[in-house]
């Protein structure tokens, strides 16, 4: 199935995934998740023009030359707005991080990820599980891990050898729109190409 996320150039063909990758990361690889997650992490692209609603206050760089952190009701009504069950709390809690879990269903699969965000930044570190029929298929594996073991898969060069491991940095409420509603649509995607065999 073709990215929705990108448009593709004419004639041009999917870049193939190593056979050993997870099923969780072949899956993704057919829809280019790992372009979609370094672009995710762009936090200077223009985000606006890709952004359905608009925001008087829309950056959220500071004076000091970061981000003003956002409050973490924000972030969850962003994946609410894109149409996923979220709920605060995460697998990934430990106390110190604020974190939530945002949850896509078609029966019979459930993707559900859990959001960790970085403290006093908005970092976002996610983690998804698939369950099928209520029972969970494989591990739980982190966004930026599955994007890297793509391009290694392919031979291809980390985009930043100094972080080979990036999560998205919310720079503005258009980012953090257009990446909650496209991390939404991955799990929708997901959940209808997963091979009950998987």
């Known amino acids: 199935m073709r990215n929705p996320f990108r448009r593709r150039r004419p004639q041009e063909t999917p870049r193939q995934a190593s056979s050993n990758l997870s099923p969780l ?5 057919k829809m280019g998740f790992a372009e979609n997650w370094y672009r995710w992490c762009d936090s200077r692209r223009d985000w606006s023009t890709e952004a359905q609603g608009t925001y008087e206050q829309d950056s959220l760089l ?10 973490l009701k924000e972030f969850m009504q962003a994946f609410r707005d894109a149409g996923a069950t979220v709920t605060k ?8 991080h604020r974190s ?5 269903a078609e029966e019979p699969v459930l993707c559900s990820l859990a959001v960790q965000l970085g403290r006093g930044l908005n970092s976002e570190e996610c983690r998804l599980s698939v369950f099928v029929d209520g029972v969970q298929k494989g591990e739980p594996e982190y966004f930026q891990m599955i994007a890297r073991a793509i391009l290694q898969s392919r031979g ?3 985009p930043d050898p100094h972080a080979p491991y ?22 929708r995607w997901l959940c209808r190409e997963w091979k009950p065999s998987v």
């Open 89 to 96: 709390g995460s697998a990934l809690s430990d106390g110190r």
């Open 25 to 29: 990361a072949q899956t993704l690889a």
């Open 166 to 187: 990036p999560r998205p940095i919310i720079g503005s409420r258009s980012q953090l729109e257009v990446v909650s509603r496209e991390m939404v649509e991955t799990m």
């Open 100 to 104: 939530f879990t945002v949850e896509v």
């Open 156 to 158: 291809e060069p980390d």
């Open 62 to 71: 500071s004076q000091y030359g970061g981000y003003s952190p956002l409050d």
